[in-house]
């Protein structure tokens, strides 16, 4: 699961900082945008979030606790930001006052973390690295005004920044253990000695370099319950009543720019158990029109066991949605391709016949008649198989094979009786030309041993028919040319 | 209609004709019969096929029936050079096969030129009253997702056939299909109607109602395909 995400616009701009060239030349640029000169409002006060239990995993992407606290985390802020793995960083400034200062917000936060079963360690600072810093440090750190944020930090260990190991350790060798040290060196030297990006860190610590951070956005679920004013189980009824469920839906994810890829409805009865009626759809879709068409048909086939009093929308995950835009051409037409209403029709067909009901045709290289071809799922997009596909792969070399092949294969091969050793179906058979022996498969135990013979029947259908090579020299119907 | 009568779609070549004549009929105000009818076709891959359907080939749109004696008679060998011309379009569109009634052979389609990944195999089993398959079928003709539908149906009533040809119209498809020979009593409202018996090699096509052509039997054999990649519209 991933989280969606946006450049948090409120946050100062830092272009200037992070593209200085010469480091020590950032301090001057970094003053004239401090935040201060650009927010008219107060200065921000971060609440950094640290979850010890997380720090030793090391996994990829966000852990889904992480996310689940910072969705919880957005009941105080809008400005929540995710600092992987293991930490969550609040800016709470115009917070506080709801929830009774820093010592309340504190106090709520914990209970929140408490009912997600985590311990945390808080701390609050001006800029979000401290805050994430000091939360590291596991001591109590509380530092409300900018201008103590130096001496506050002074005493916290080094390695609470999260350095690289081997800078720590050179930094240890010159006697520099603590960030109260590391702010005194020179900066020109460290810079040269260690990289621009640990000064930029340590400027973004003291709040001398703008510090922007993603805003993390939960992802939300469309979920939506209607009552019914009178209990119905007419189709048409029903989905009459999901109709205005299904547009908001689609203004839902139209707004986000997302798509589902499964819905579930629910049909609640007055005594039974809720149905469910579930659809998938074979790419993401946000189109109103288009889900109402497909709910339809899913709902004529539904056995309702009572009238239905009230029924809910429960829409998948969002999912981002590829935009289409329309041809200039009808599909069709010259330079028209197969469009998108080719994935129309196979979901609009899934949905009344069932997934399995709609396949599409392969080869397999293999001279076994039924072993040649195979069923597949039809392409998810149509346009993607518009160009035909080079016909030279090894299935093809089957295809290329001269002797002639049937049209229409039986399920199974139809066993035939025998009058004097020569097959006979519906009357005689006329056996044509020369047998083909089919021998393969000793591999996979579907061992076959067969002489295949063109025939004609006595109404003039051409058959394909074959003779075991083993005793009893059984013959089999297997194919009809059409 | 006569024998003699000029036949619609293809153009009369009258080496004598009075050239006055000529320019008259070529003015754009005067309709002819013949011509009103004319719709764009897809050539069925058999010379002597398309010199005697209306416009020179298998219409674009709408519904033809084929009422062969009994299945397997040669009545998919007849659509096969069509379709297979029509999967290999780039900008081909699917080629639907609803409910066919055993399967088809994948390796025999491939030989004949078709490309599998355009065919879409339907297996409509009935739910409810209304019949799957031929609901299936118009859906198909209807979507303007497919160049061309197979269906193969007993029993269709008049009412549903009429259906299926004006979806044909509006997905701008070609609706093919395979009906048993007795249907041929029941009047339909197919642009084309065909019977089909095997000859050795071939077959013979007799046509039974030609929307704008002409009725008369026609000769083939299997041999005698063309293959040629098919002119965009």
Redesign the interface.
């Known amino acids: 699961m991933r989280a969606p995400r946006t450049i948090d616009l409120f946050a100062p701009a830092d272009l200037p900082a992070r593209n200085a060239p010469c480091p020590t030349v950032q301090p001057v640029a970094a003053r004239s945008l401090s935040p201060r000169a650009i927010q008219p409002s107060r200065a921000p006060l971060w609440l950094g979030v640290h979850v010890p239990e997380l720090s030793g995993e090391a996994q990829q992407g966000t852990p889904r606790s992480l996310l689940a606290l910072a969705a919880r985390a957005q009941r105080f802020t809008p400005r929540v930001s995710l600092a992987p793995p293991d930490g969550v960083l609040l800016e709470v400034r115009s917070s506080l006052h709801l929830f009774g200062g820093v010592e309340g917000l504190r106090e709520a936060l914990l209970g929140e973390c408490a009912e997600l079963k985590r311990t945390v360690a808080l701390a609050f600072a001006p800029t979000p690295l401290a805050a994430l810093v000091g939360a590291r440090a596991e001591r109590p750190f509380m530092v409300l005004d900018a201008a103590q944020l130096t001496g506050s930090l002074a005493p916290v260990p080094l390695t609470a920044l999260r350095w690289p190991q081997e800078s720590i350790e050179r930094l240890a060798c010159l006697g520099v253990r603590t960030i109260g040290q590391v702010l005194r060196l020179p900066r020109a030297g460290f810079a040269q000695r260690f990289g621009a990006m640990r000064l930029t860190d340590l400027d973004r610590l003291t709040g001398r370099a703008n510090d922007p951070r993603e805003r993390f956005e939960a992802p939300a679920r469309f979920r939506r319950r209607r009552e019914l004013s009178y209990e119905s189980a007419s189709h048409a009824q029903l989905a009459a009543a999901l109709r205005p469920l299904l547009d908001e839906l689609g203004g839902f994810l139209t707004a986000r720019q997302c798509g589902v890829l499964a819905l579930e409805c629910l049909f609640w009865h007055r005594r039974h158990a809720p149905t469910r009626c579930e659809l998938r759809l074979g790419e993401p879709q946000a189109d109103a029109q288009r889900l109402v068409k497909l709910l339809d048909e899913r709902l004529r086939t539904l056995v309702l066991p009572e009238p239905v009093r009230a029924c809910e929308l429960r829409a998948g995950l969002p999912v981002s949605r590829r935009l289409h835009s329309a041809g200039l051409w009808q599909p069709g037409e010259r330079g028209g391709r197969a469009e998108a209403s080719g994935v129309e029709l196979i979901e609009r067909l899934r949905v009344r016949l069932g997934d399995e009901a709609i396949e599409t045709l392969e080869l397999v290289p293999d001279h076994r008649p039924e072993a040649a071809w195979r069923r597949a799922a039809p392409g998810a997009c149509a346009g993607a198989a518009s160009a035909p596909p080079p016909q030279d792969g090894p299935g093809a070399q089957g295809a290329r094979r001269k002797a002639p092949r049937p049209l229409w294969l039986l399920p199974a091969p139809r066993r035939l009786r025998q009058h004097d050793g020569l097959p006979r179906y519906r009357g005689a058979l006329y056996l044509e030309g020369e047998p083909e022996r089919i021998e393969s498969g000793w591999w996979d135990g579907r061992d076959v041993a067969r002489d295949y013979y063109n025939a004609r029947d006595a109404r003039g259908r051409r058959l394909w028919l074959y003779r075991e090579r083993e005793r009893p020299h059984r013959w089999f119907l297997h194919g009809v040319y059409g | 209609m006569n024998a003699d009568s000029p036949r619609p779609g293809v153009a009369p070549s009258r080496p004598q004709a009075d050239p006055r004549l000529e320019r008259l009929l070529a003015h754009p105000a005067l309709w002819r019969a013949g011509a009103a009818t004319r719709a764009p076709v897809w050539p069925s891959g058999f010379a002597s096929l398309d010199e005697g359907l209306p416009g020179g080939g298998w219409p674009r749109s709408g519904l033809i029936e084929i009422l062969p004696?009994?299945?397997?008679?040669?009545?998919?060998?007849l659509m096969?050079p069509a379709l297979a011309a029509l999967?290999?379009r780039?900008?081909?569109?699917?080629c639907v096969w609803v409910k066919?009634?055993?399967?088809?052979?994948?390796?025999?389609?491939?030989?004949?030129g078709m490309?599998?990944?355009?065919?879409?195999?339907?297996?409509?089993?009935d739910?409810?009253r209304r019949p799957?398959a031929l609901?299936?079928f118009e859906?198909?003709l209807g979507?303007?997702?497919?160049?061309s539908v197979l269906a193969w149906a007993r029993h269709a009533p008049i009412r549903q056939l009429r259906r299926l040809q004006l979806a044909a119209q509006r997905g701008?498809a070609l609706g093919v299909l395979f009906r048993p020979r007795e249907s041929a009593r029941e009047n339909s409202p197919a642009m084309l109607r065909m019977a089909l018996?095997?000859?050795?090699g071939g077959a013979r096509v007799t046509l039974l109602k030609s929307r704008g052509g002409t009725l008369r039997a026609l000769d083939l054999t299997w041999e005698a395909i063309r293959r040629e990649p098919l002119e965009?519209?």
């Open positions: 004696a009994r299945f397997g008679q040669g009545e998919l060998q096969l999967t290999a780039p900008e081909a569109r699917w066919p009634p055993l399967q088809p052979f994948a390796p025999a389609l491939a030989t004949a490309v599998l990944a355009r065919v879409l195999i339907v297996r409509a089993t739910r409810g799957a609901w299936a859906q198909a979507s303007g997702a497919c160049d701008n018996e095997p000859r050795r965009a519209s």
